[in-house]
């Protein structure tokens, strides 16, 4: 069974910094972009940034580009995302996902594998 595992979320002041890190167990997702994803309470779940995956393309939504960062670790079936400038409307769960990239390109994967979340508390 493939799963996906988040970890690296917590508490953390605004204008500071965390790490994600999301584990694929059961398969490798070597050859699958990676995506991170956030819902904030009341809200919609939202994009927030993909990576190729052979690491060498990014894609970021404009409220995260500049402060956020996705790369990957293939040999250790990881992907991460850095946080950094943290503010108080990046509270949210973050969920990572996994996609195939099809002929569209990176922003149009579909993501057929998900995590369960790990939690960002940014406070002001």
């Known amino acids: 069974q493939a799963l996906l595992i988040e970890s690296g979320g917590g508490p953390v002041q605004a204008g500071g910094s965390l790490r994600l890190s999301c584990e694929a167990s059961?398969?490798?997702?070597?050859?699958?972009?990676m995506a991170w994803f956030r819902q904030a309470p009341g809200k919609e779940r939202e994009f927030v940034g993909t990576i190729s995956w052979r690491g060498d393309r990014t894609y970021y939504a404009d409220s995260v580009k500049g402060r956020f960062t996705i790369s990957r670790d293939n040999a250790k079936n990881t992907a991460y995302l850095q946080m950094n400038s943290l503010k108080p409307e990046d509270t949210a769960v973050y969920y990572c996902?996994?996609?195939?990239?099809?002929?569209?390109?990176?922003?149009?994967?579909?993501?057929?594998?998900w995590g369960q979340g790990t939690q960002v508390t940014v406070s002001s």
């Open positions: 059961g398969r490798t997702f070597s050859s699958y972009a």
């Open positions: 996902a996994a996609g195939l990239e099809g002929m569209y390109g990176l922003a149009y994967v579909r993501y057929d594998y």
